[in-house]
C-alpha cells in the first residue's frame, strides 16, 4: 500500500522530516491528505487509506480483499482492467528510478546526539574537571572530549547510513527500525554519563570518565537483534521504549557504580516488562538488577536475580543474555558467597551458553577475566594464567589500546605471576600500569596509589624492604591526597610496617583497613575475615587483649558466614588468644 500510494502521488503516506516524525506519524496514523492535482477514483482512494490503517481490525484482512477493492468496475471490461493494471506498474517504475524531488531525508539525523553532545556541554565539562581536579584537569579533558566529539560523530553517521540504506532498499524497514531503537539507548546511556560528569562527587569523577570509555560501541547497532515481536498495540509499544530508555540509564550508573540509583530504575523497567509482555526487556533487568543486588553484598538475592534473568532470555530465545547471566551468576557465587570451587563447576554450562550466544568477543573477555580470578583464589596460578592471558588477547583484538579493561586484565596478569615467583614479570606488568595511571589520573589518585602498593609487594617478595617502604610510602600519599578508603592497601601497608618492626606505626593503617572493609563489604564478607584477623593477631601481639577479643569474635563469624578458606587461620588465631 505504501508503494501504490507513492506510484500514484508522488509522495510518502507519512509525513515527517527526521525518522522520529516519521515514526511518530505512523504510529498516530496521521497519512497526508492526497493532491488534489491527481485524479484517482474515490474508491480506489478509500482502499488505500484502509490499508494504510495504524490499527490492523481496520485494514483488509487478506490481500485478495485488497485487490478486489482497487480493481476497476466489471462493467469496465478486460480492457479497463488490463489499462489500469498497465498505469499502475508504469507509476511505479517511474517512481522507483526518479530520485525523490521532495519529502523525508537522511539529513539532520544526528541532531537528538548534538542537543545531548556539544560546545556548550563540552565547555562545562571542561570547567568541571578544571575544578575538581585541577592538576590532570587538561589532560582529562582531552581525553574525554576527544572521546565525545568521535562518538557523537559516529553515532550521527550510523543513524544516517541506516536511513539511506533503508531508502535505497539495501536495508528493510524492520531494520531500520531496530538500528534506531539501538540507537536511542546508546544516546540515553551517553546522555547519562555526561550528566554525572557535570554533577558527580569530585572523588567520583575518575570513575565517571572512564565509564565514557566503556560506552557502548556505535557499530553494536549495525544490525542488533531482537528475538520477539514487539507488541502491536501502540500504547505498549510506546510503554516499551519507555522501559528501553530507562534501563538504558541504569545500565550506564551502574556501569559507574552507581547500583543503589540504578536499582529503582531496574524495578521499574521490571514491571514495564510484565505489563508489555516484552521478555527481552525483563531478561535484561533482571540482569542489571543482579548486579545492583551484588554490590549490596547480597549474594542470594543477586544469584536469584540472575537466575531468573537466565529463564526470561531462554524463554526471549535471548541467548546472550542467558550467557551473561550465567557468567554474572557464576561470579557471584565465588566471590560474594565465597565458593569459588562450586563457581568452577559451572564452567562447562556456561561455556555452551557462551557458544549459544555466538562467542561475543567482550563477554568471552570477561569470562576468561571471571575464571582467572576465581582460579587465582584456588591458587591454581598456572591456569589462572592461561586464563587471563585469553581475555587479553581477546580485548586486545575488541577494544581499542587505551581501554581500562585492558590495563584490568594486565593487573590481574601482575597478580597471578607475583604468586607464580615471576617478580621480574609482575614488576614489569606493574610498571605499565602505572604508567598508565600516571598518564590518565596523575599521581593523587586512587589508581596509582594501588600500583604503588603493588610494587611494593614485589620488593617485599624479592626481601628489598627499602624500596618496599619507599614505594608503600608513595602509595599512603597518593590516597591521603584523594580523602578516599581502599582497605586492600591501608591493610598492606600495616602488614609491611608490621614486617619491619614498626609496630605502633602498623596499627592506624590496619584499624584504617577494618573501618574501609565495613563500609564496603559489611556483614560476613571476605574483607571482613581479612581485615579483623590481621588487626586481632597485631593487637594480641602487643599484649592488648581485651581489644583483640571482639575482633577475633567478629572474624570467625564472618569466616563461617562466608565459608572462608581462611577459617583455620581465624581458629588459630582465637586459640592463641584462649
Not at 471490461?77 to 511505479?92: I, K, Q
Not at 565539562?125 to 557523537?152: C, I, K, N, Q, S
Not at 557504580?257 to 536499582?263: E, L, M, P, V
Not at 581489644?547 to 572462608?564: T, W
Request: net charge negative; proline share 5%; aromatic share 4%.
Amino acid at each position: 500500500a505504501c508503494a501504490l500510494y507513492g506510484a500514484l502521488y508522488d509522495q510518502r503516506p507519512f509525513a515527517g522530516d527526521t525518522v522520529d516524525a516519521l515514526a511518530d506519524a505512523v504510529v498516530r496514523g496521521q497519512l497526508r491528505d492526497e493532491p488534489r492535482a491527481v485524479a484517482v477514483p474515490r474508491r480506489v482512494r478509500a482502499a488505500i487509506r484502509r490499508a494504510l490503517a495504524t490499527d490492523p481490525a481496520r485494514r483488509f484482512p487478506t490481500m485478495a480483499e485488497l485487490i478486489a477493492a482497487l480493481a476497476p468496475p466489471r462493467r469496465a471490461g478486460l480492457v479497463a482492467a488490463g489499462v489500469g493494471a498497465v498505469a499502475v506498474v508504469t507509476a511505479l517504475a517511474v517512481r522507483a528510478t526518479r530520485p525523490a524531488a521532495s519529502g523525508p531525508t537522511c539529513a539532520g539525523l544526528d541532531a537528538p546526539m548534538v542537543a545531548v553532545w556539544n560546545p556548550t556541554r563540552a565547555d562545562a565539562v571542561r570547567d568541571r574537571l578544571r575544578a575538581v581536579t585541577p592538576a590532570t584537569a587538561e589532560r582529562a579533558a582531552a581525553r574525554v572530549l576527544g572521546a565525545l566529539d568521535l562518538y557523537r560523530d559516529q553515532w550521527g553517521a550510523a543513524r544516517a547510513a541506516a536511513c539511506t540504506q533503508a531508502r535505497q532498499g539495501a536495508a528493510s524497514g524492520a531494520l531500520l527500525d531496530r538500528r534506531d531503537r539501538c540507537l536511542a539507548g546508546l544516546r540515553v546511556a551517553a546522555d547519562t554519563v555526561i550528566g554525572e560528569l557535570l554533577t558527580a562527587p569530585a572523588g567520583d569523577v575518575d570513575r565517571v570518565v572512564g565509564a565514557v570509555e566503556r560506552l557502548r560501541p556505535v557499530a553494536d547497532c549495525d544490525d542488533p537483534r531482537e528475538t520477539m515481536p514487539r507488541p502491536s498495540d501502540a500504547a505498549a509499544r510506546a510503554e516499551l521504549e519507555r522501559g528501553e530508555a530507562l534501563f538504558a540509564r541504569a545500565y550506564a550508573l551502574g556501569d559507574i557504580g552507581y547500583f543503589d540509583r540504578a536499582k529503582p530504575l531496574c524495578e521499574e523497567v521490571l514491571a514495564i516488562g510484565e505489563r508489555t509482555g516484552w521478555l527481552p526487556l525483563t531478561a535484561r533487568a533482571h540482569l542489571q538488577l543482579g548486579r545492583s543486588l551484588s554490590h549490596e553484598h547480597d549474594g542470594v538475592a543477586a544469584i536469584a536475580a540472575f537466575d531468573r534473568a537466565a529463564s526470561a532470555g531462554a524463554r526471549a530465545a535471548d541467548d546472550a543474555v542467558v550467557a551473561d547471566a550465567l557468567v554474572a551468576r557464576m561470579f557471584d557465587v565465588a566471590d560474594t558467597l565465597g565458593r569459588p570451587a562450586d563457581a568452577l563447576a559451572a564452567r562447562p554450562y556456561v561455556e555452551v551458553a557462551l557458544e549459544r550466544a555466538g562467542s561475543p568477543p567482550r563477554l568471552m573477555a570477561n569470562w576468561f577475566h571471571h575464571v582467572a580470578i576465581i582460579l587465582y583464589h584456588l591458587e591454581r596460578f598456572d591456569e589462572a594464567l592461561a586464563a587471563e592471558e585469553r581475555s587479553a588477547a581477546l580485548l586486545e583484538a575488541s577494544v581499542g589500546p587505551d581501554n581500562i579493561a585492558r590495563f584490568d586484565s594486565l593487573d590481574t596478569i601482575a597478580y597471578i605471576q607475583l604468586e607464580r615467583g615471576q617478580l621480574e614479570l609482575a614488576d614489569a606488568a606493574w610498571q605499565r600500569v602505572l604508567a598508565n595511571d600516571l598518564r590518565l589520573h596523575g599521581a593523587a589518585s586512587l589508581a596509582a596509589a594501588q600500583s604503588y602498593a603493588n610494587l611494593g609487594r614485589v620488593a617485599q617478595r624479592r626481601d628489598d624492604l627499602t624500596t618496599a617502604l619507599e614505594r608503600w610510602h608513595e602509595a599512603e600519599g597518593a590516597l591521603l591526597t584523594t580523602g578516599l578508603e581502599d582497605w586492600p592497601l591501608s591493610l598492606g601497608l600495616g602488614q609491611l610496617r608490621w614486617q619491619v618492626g614498626r609496630w605502633r606505626a602498623a596499627l592506624a593503617p590496619l584499624t584504617a583497613a577494618v573501618a574501609a572493609a565495613t563500609a564496603e563489604a559489611p556483614g560476613d564478607t571476605q574483607p571482613i575475615v581479612e581485615t579483623t584477623t590481621v588487626l586481632a593477631r597485631a593487637l594480641i601481639a602487643r599484649g592488648d587483649l581485651d581489644a583483640a577479643g571482639p575482633l577475633v569474635a567478629q572474624a570467625v563469624r564472618a569466616a563461617r558466614g562466608c565459608e572462608s578458606p581462611m577459617l583455620p587461620e581465624t581458629l588459630a588465631v582465637a586459640a592463641s588468644l584462649a
